[in-house]
């Protein structure tokens, strides 16, 4: 039996490429730096032509059990009245799966790795962090943080936003960091009931503070709001800076019980290449963006089944390796052109601060919502179907 694929990471996106990788018939050893699996509490947004590849391995009949289906969308102004709102069913014909589901990512990882445990060709090992790789020609020769060695036949890099995958291999990682940084407030208050007729996916528009609602099981609402570069940490992750910002949310109501928050800064970064060689990047190890669409997780994923499916051709059908080229000139194109672009367009929409900017984006809105026509083509924007698309006319 030849080298196995190493996978760095064990996120949902390494665990995706490996599940992948392994239905096709190829070794797969993932290495995770951390003791178990992660539980991260970013992402949990699932696009519908993510649930139909996840349902390809297997995993969207768990996911839809532990997660929350949301059936649409809604963008709205601070006083709660509605700017438009977009059904996902619009999207039915095009997917098995005509809604966003809301479920943490790591709930993924674990799905996926009660899948492959056991299967003939997959090891997933833990505390094993990589430290620096080398392309040999005919192996990549990865050497762990402890000193141990280990030889692939190729090298997925799915080792997150400080990918040492990357920095081995002198990747630039081009882009920016925006100057806010994303506060993110877990409640079980049940905003469902105070705002009528609320989404489980709400943008709330507004020139002081944008902010979103999002229903997660649980359940809880998470809000996420943009903090200024002014304010220090230690004052963002104060119970009082928390009581105050989601205060803003409903008037009246300055009491919440607070179970999760998260602060984190947000860039637009893409790889100056995700190939080099006989390593090769996928997730935020590739590109990172904000989270506003929920496009992040879900083009990480879209990555690796795009990735396995053609280092699958080349390994077991003797496929010119040039073909990885190809996931790269298809993967990064469609990141550079869509996922950085719209994902920069939703904060400036939401953020507008000029009244003529403010009144274009409601008006464009909410003509777009009465459209069916129009609202359909949006959502598949919004749900990446569109991004598939495209990735599958680059040569």
Not at 153 to 179: K, N, Q
């Amino acid at each position: 039996m030849g080298l196995p694929v190493i996978v760095a990471g064990a996120g949902p996106v390494g665990m995706v490429a490996a599940a992948a990788l392994l239905r096709r018939g190829i070794a797969v050893t993932v290495l995770e730096a951390e003791p178990t699996l992660p539980i991260e509490l970013r992402a949990s947004t699932f696009h519908a032509p993510t649930l139909d590849m996840l349902e390809e391995l297997g995993a969207a009949r768990p996911m839809l059990a532990y997660g929350l289906v949301a059936a649409q969308l809604q963008y709205r102004n601070r006083d709660h009245t509605l700017i438009a709102a977009f059904d996902f069913g619009l999207l039915e014909g095009l997917t098995r799966h005509p809604f966003r589901l809301q479920c943490e990512q790591y709930k993924l990882t674990r799905i996926l790795a009660d899948l492959l445990q056991g299967q003939p060709g997959f090891a997933l090992r833990f505390g094993a962090r990589v430290e620096s790789c080398e392309d040999r020609g005919d192996r990549v020769r990865v050497t762990l943080a402890d000193g141990e060695t280990l030889d692939a036949a190729w090298l997925v890099g799915a080792d997150g936003a400080h990918s040492a995958v990357r920095r081995s291999f002198g990747i630039a990682f081009e882009g920016f960091t925006w100057p806010e940084r994303f506060l993110v407030l877990s409640t079980p208050y049940p905003f469902e009931a105070a705002i009528p007729q609320l989404a489980d996916v709400t943008y709330y528009a507004d020139p002081e503070q944008w902010f979103f609602l999002l229903r997660v099981p649980g359940p809880l609402w998470r809000a996420m709001f943009p903090i200024g570069p002014g304010v220090s940490e230690e004052e963002i992750v104060s119970d009082g800076f928390a009581q105050a910002r989601m205060a803003r949310i409903l008037a009246g109501r300055s009491a919440y019980e607070v179970r999760h928050r998260t602060l984190y800064r947000v860039h637009q970064r893409v790889a100056a290449t995700f190939r080099k060689g006989r390593v090769l990047l996928a997730g935020d190890a590739a590109h990172i963006n904000n989270p506003l669409g929920g496009m992040g997780l879900n083009g990480g994923i879209h990555d690796a089944m795009n990735l396995a499916e053609k280092l699958a051709r080349v390994m077991l059908d003797g496929a010119d390796d040039a073909l990885l080229d190809r996931y790269d000139r298809q993967r990064r194109g469609v990141t550079v052109e869509h996922v950085q672009s719209q994902t920069i367009a939703n904060k400036q929409n939401l953020e507008a601060v000029e009244p003529a900017a403010q009144a274009a984006f409601r008006t464009r809105m909410a003509e777009t919502a009465a459209d069916p026509a129009l609202a359909r083509a949006l959502l598949i924007r919004m749900s990446m179907i569109a991004s598939l698309r495209r990735a599958e006319e680059i040569a």
